[in-house]
């Protein structure tokens, strides 16, 4: 899906033109993987439009920029204001929101402290990631032959762009065989994540999900789903999974700003459960979907724009 021009973009501090927001090819970014992002979405709710889960990701990025040894010259005030000032700019009443930290044009060594910290905020309308099907009928993926990140080698609790090339290989890999998207082993075997999914699954009623030391990235969905499902009364186990577990499991699901929940049908041609979205899946879309679509907010998960 090409990206839907909007009228505004939110660059170093200033709101300019969309066509306007350029940047040098010889940036660090460009040619080291220098950045760090988040990606939050904007829901359309009665009372306007609705930021889900804002603080908790803006304490993301802000953990991200430590890890990376990046100092924002922006407060977390600041960030939030400028992100609801790019969606009135773009008069938006949802959308998907891409604050994007880089390294500029100075000099071209891998050293990035020489380069200027430079920021942007994007706002653009995004449907349903993985297909307008996916959050009903689910998903087929297949393991990947790529696995995540080995500790100690690329900061997988960053939401970090180099890290990315991982995913994109993990992503082409699938398309080429036919699937959507994959999920990834860690480097000891255990499952992961997808490559911008987390994941979770079903068995004989309880929920599992692997911990964060099993290479993910710390979630905001896979969050807020933690808290859904305990609310509702099932036991969540954040625990190392064995691949094998995905396949005998009564239902798996992929949980991500992008994604939201998205149920998975199969897994390597080996159907899922009944092979379609189980019971407590669609009973953690609608407890999610009823706060998105601002009907409830007993978390204080939104900021409204208005
Ligand atoms: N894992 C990876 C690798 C991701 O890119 C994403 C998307 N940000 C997720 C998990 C899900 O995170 P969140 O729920 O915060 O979007």
């Given at each position: 899906m090409a990206l839907e021009k909007e009228a505004k973009i939110w660059f170093n501090g200033k709101l300019v033109d969309w066509d306007e927001a350029k940047i040098h090819v010889l940036s660090h970014v460009l040619h080291y993987g220098s950045s760090i992002f988040e990606g939050i979405r904007c829901y359309k709710t009665e009372k306007g439009p609705a930021i889900f889960r804002l603080k908790a990701h803006l304490l993301r990025m802000l953990r991200s920029c430590k890890i990376y040894r990046i100092e924002l010259p922006y407060s977390r005030e600041e960030i939030k204001q400028a992100i609801i000032d790019t969606i009135k700019a773009n008069n938006l009443e949802e959308c998907y929101i891409r604050p994007l930290v880089f390294r500029g044009y100075?000099?071209?060594?891998?050293?990035?402290?020489?380069c200027p910290v430079e920021m942007v905020i994007a706002t653009w309308k995004w449907g349903r990631y993985l297909g307008e099907d996916a959050i009903e009928k689910g998903v087929a993926v297949k393991v990947s032959s790529w696995n995540r990140m080995a500790p100690n080698?690329?900061?997988?609790l960053a939401k970090l762009g180099g890290n990315y090339i991982n995913s994109q290989l993990m992503k082409m890999e699938a398309i080429s065989d036919g699937y959507s998207e994959a999920i990834a082993l860690d480097t000891f075997g255990y499952v992961s994540e997808g490559g911008g999914e987390n994941i979770f699954l079903v068995l004989e009623g309880k929920i599992y999900t692997p911990p964060l030391?099993?290479?993910?990235?710390?979630?905001i969905t896979r969050d807020s789903v933690i808290t859904l499902a305990k609310d509702l009364g099932y036991e969540v186990k954040e625990e190392l999974i064995p691949r094998e577990m995905l396949y005998i499991a009564d239902e798996v699901f992929f949980t991500g700003t992008a994604a939201e929940i998205s149920p998975i049908n199969s897994i390597d041609k080996i159907k899922i459960g009944g092979g379609g979205r189980g019971p407590i899946t669609k009973e953690l879309q609608e407890a999610f979907f009823r706060i998105t679509s601002g009907k409830e907010d007993k978390y204080g998960w939104l900021t409204f724009v208005k």
């Open positions: 100075d000099s071209l060594g891998v050293n990035p402290y020489p080698t690329f900061p997988f030391y099993a290479s993910i990235l710390p979630g």
